[in-house]
């Protein structure tokens, strides 16, 4: 089975969110859903908020569904913006 890298925006409740805690938050939700986050990057928005940006991989049979509720179940998530999908080559 292929793989899929998927670009996911995680915007937390307010800007006083711990955003490492945020972070180990979706990591330990993405692997409850057999899904790794590859790389993540901490973006400013405004007024001090930040938005996590995640590169997840995952298996392509197992759709992103199941992952984007299991990361908006996440108490500090505001919303989480699914930004692109790609399948891996290699």
């Not at 180990?24 to 405004?46: F, L, R, Y």
């Amino acid at each position: 089975m292929a793989e899929v890298l998927i670009k996911i925006k995680v915007m937390p409740e307010d800007a006083e969110t711990n955003i490492k805690k945020l972070l180990e938050s979706c990591d330990k939700k993405a692997a409850e859903q057999g899904a790794t986050i590859a790389q993540h990057e901490i973006q400013p928005v405004a007024f001090g908020l930040n938005a996590l940006m995640l590169i997840v991989i995952s298996e392509e049979s197992k759709g992103i569904t199941s992952l984007e509720e299991a990361l908006e179940s996440i108490p500090e998530v505001s919303t989480i913006e699914v930004q692109d999908v790609r399948r891996a080559i290699g």
